[in-house]
């Protein structure tokens, strides 16, 4: 088991940087997630650690080893692809064993530790069948358990649920996240889904056309993103753009948001304000000043969107629409149409410096 | 429920026969045809031309099995056929894995045409020009001596080697394209899986990346060994004295003694001896694949 470390990692094809000075620290034995929009560079990193592919610059050591030198069958990891590559002429048993022959294990030794490796994901019973005999979450878990047979050093997911449907998607993070535990290996694990990688991991990366926007854990990535783009792209939120007053700041309107967290901005400079829906309350009736919610803005409703256990409200307000997110209480719902004031806590409110 | 399933197909099948009859119509004339003219000449005694004389007969059979030169020549041809195909492996499959799994783009289509070539050259040009290279005072031979210090004779003209030469490089660019289509649909995350477990290029080959083109790999050779062992030009031109294999007598008989008969007889001997080696190698070569 061992840590990785990525420092200053650049990959260009051509004219187009995939990578761009990426640095990150991946923590022995941590679930880290990172996360991007299509085209990000996510793939290209975990390449350049598996080492199918090299750096232009920056330097990648696993286990505090620098492995420039060393090719992919040297380097102890193991990984899933994304449509999972199992050996389609080899049967499951064979397929998980590839690992242990290539290195001369004993025949008896290779039994054993595959049908570990296979009772660990539930697959115990159907080492005879062929790959294309299996389901898509049974074709999975064959790869992650392909993968940790040979105790490798790090795990690497490209998006390996990406195919799957949301309900095994579910069973299947859960059942990930227990075998990493339980064997305690630094995971490295690539997504689209936003939720996915805040239920999962310990720390997220966030790469957007290259570079690293924030790293972090997800509490902290969410409560407090460095930018417009990881206010919105982890999670939903409200942006607000003005220019900074020194405790928050002033819209165009002449309206003004204190905000009580984030970056300290210079008064003057073009800031702005990320609030999570949920954080907002809505209310009808005459405004109560409220110095826990102190921000309060007035709007309309414009629709609602029900969604069983809450509602999620659109509000218009000076040619901007807010979200709102309203957990289901039993309380009167709010009709189109209808007047509302929206208050928050400048305590929920993430002052963010502009690009 | 099974009933309505069966009298579907049948209405399936009712408009597409106007479409299929050409197709067997051109079957029945080219191959049909032809073919059982010749199961009936082999059972005859001589040609029904100009009168003469034939009845029926067994004798063009019982001819290969009194004579012990066919079987030598048929055991001959076979052992070319299994020469030819090996070297059309050797040759052919690191061809295959380069174009389709080494080489992108410009470079790929220019390699790929220099091994369509030999396809679009007529075979006799192709024959005579590898005789031009392998006789005595030919460019090999002339070449080999302008760079070497010391004389060399290389007369390959009228051999074995010659005629392997020949065969090879007019059935190879079977075996190319076979392997070629093969390789090409193998998906390059299947090499970096196995690399990833620990196994070095050359495991990946042997454990991998062979087994999935063994359908290329057999498909190419038994579109090279069949014509191979009834193959009769290249052995007569380039192999001269030496060249007489089962496919060279079974054109004479044809060709110069016109004994119909006894080549159309000898013909399907060999088809069968094919068709028997094919069916026994066939459980073998599946389950390598
Ligand atoms: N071999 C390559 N040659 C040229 N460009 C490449 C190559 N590999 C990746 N790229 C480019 O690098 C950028 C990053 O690609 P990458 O595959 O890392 O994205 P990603 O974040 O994994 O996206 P996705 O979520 O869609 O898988 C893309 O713009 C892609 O076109
Ligand atoms: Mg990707």
């Not at chain 1, 949920?278 to 102190?294: C, L, M, V, W, Y």
């Not at chain 2, 030469?165 to 995350?189: E, K, N, R």
Request: with cysteine; charged share 20%.
């Amino acid at each position: 088991m061992a840590g990785v470390q990525v420092a200053n990692v650049s990959r260009s094809f051509g004219a187009h940087k995939a990578l761009d000075n990426v640095s990150i620290d991946f923590a022995d034995g941590g679930f880290y997630a990172l996360l991007g929009p299509s085209g990000s560079g996510k793939t290209t990193l975990l390449r350049q650690i598996a080492g199918f592919d090299f750096p232009d610059a920056g330097r990648i050591a696993i286990g505090g080893e620098s492995v420039e030198r060393v090719p992919v069958e040297k380097r102890r990891i193991g990984m899933v692809f994304q449509n999972y590559a199992l050996f389609p002429n080899m049967s499951v048993a064979d397929n998980v064993a590839f690992g242990l022959s290539v290195r001369g294990e004993p025949k008896a030794t290779i039994a054993t530790e595959v049908q570990r490796a296979l009772d660990l994901v539930q697959l115990g019973k159907l080492g005879g069948r062929k790959p294309h005999q299996l389901s898509g979450g049974q074709r999975q878990r064959v790869a992650l358990a392909r993968a940790i047979v040979t105790k490798p050093r790090v795990l690497l997911l490209d998006e390996p649920l990406g195919a799957l449907d949301k309900a095994l998607r579910v069973d299947m993070q859960i059942e990930l996240k227990r075998i990493q535990r339980e064997i305690g290996i630094t995971t490295i694990f690539v997504t689209h889904d936003q939720e996915e990688a805040l239920t999962m991991s310990d720390r997220i990366g966030i790469l957007r056309d290259g570079r690293l926007v924030q790293e972090g854990p997800p509490e902290e990535i969410y409560d407090r993103p460095q930018s417009e783009f990881a206010a919105t792209f982890l999670g939903d939120a409200n942006i607000f753009r003005g220019d900074a007053t020194g405790s928050g700041i002033k819209l165009p309107d002449g309206t003004t948001i204190a905000a009580s967290t984030g970056a300290s901005v210079p008064a003057g400079a073009k800031a702005s304000c990320a609030v999570r829906p949920e954080r907002i309350r809505i209310s009808t009736g005459a405004a109560k000043p409220d110095p826990a919610n102190a921000n309060m803005l007035t709007g309309q409703v414009s629709k609602r969107i029900f969604a069983g256990n809450n509602s999620t409200y659109f509000v218009d307000r000076d040619g901007q629409t807010l979200k709102v997110i309203v957990q289901n209480t039993g309380a009167e719902r709010l009709a189109e149409g209808q007047p509302v004031v929206l208050s928050w806590s400048p305590d929920s409110t993430v002052l963010i410096a502009a690009a | 429920m099974a009933d309505q399933l069966a009298i579907g197909s049948r209405r399936g099948l009712k408009p597409a026969l106007p479409l299929l009859l050409p197709a067997y119509l051109w079957l029945t004339v080219a191959i049909f045809l032809p073919l059982s003219a010749m199961v009936f000449f082999s059972f005859m005694t001589d040609l029904p031309l100009a009168g003469k004389e034939w009845s029926f007969t067994l004798g063009n059979y019982a001819a290969f099995f009194s004579q012990s030169l066919y079987s030598t020549l048929l055991f001959a041809s076979l052992r070319l056929g299994l020469e030819v195909t090996l070297w059309c492996v050797v040759i052919g499959y690191p061809a295959a894995y380069v174009l389709a799994k080494v080489l992108k783009g410009r470079s790929r289509e220019a390699i790929f045409l220099l091994v369509i070539l030999p396809f679009w050259s007529n075979g006799l040009v192709r024959i005579f020009s590898w005789a031009m290279v392998l006789r005595e005072g030919g460019i090999l031979d002339t070449a080999l001596n302008a760079v070497l210090p010391f004389k060399i004779n290389i007369d390959l003209m009228y051999s074995y080697p010659a005629v392997i030469i020949g065969l090879v490089h007019s059935y190879v660019p079977y075996m190319v394209l076979t392997c070629y289509l093969t390789l090409q649909a193998i998906d390059d995350s299947l090499i970096e899986a196995g690399r990833s477990l620990g196994a070095s290029r050359r495991q990946v080959l042997w454990r991998v990346i062979i087994p999935l083109s063994m359908p290329g790999l057999i498909a190419g050779s038994a579109l090279i060994f069949v014509p191979v062992v009834g193959s009769f030009m290249e052995p007569r031109i380039l192999g001269g004295r030496t060249g007489t294999f089962y496919g060279t007598v079974i054109e004479d008989q044809f060709v110069a003694v016109f004994n119909w008969p006894l080549g159309a007889a000898l013909s399907f001997i060999l088809l069968a001896v094919v068709l028997i080696i094919l069916a026994l190698a066939a459980p073998v070569l599946r389950r390598a694949g």
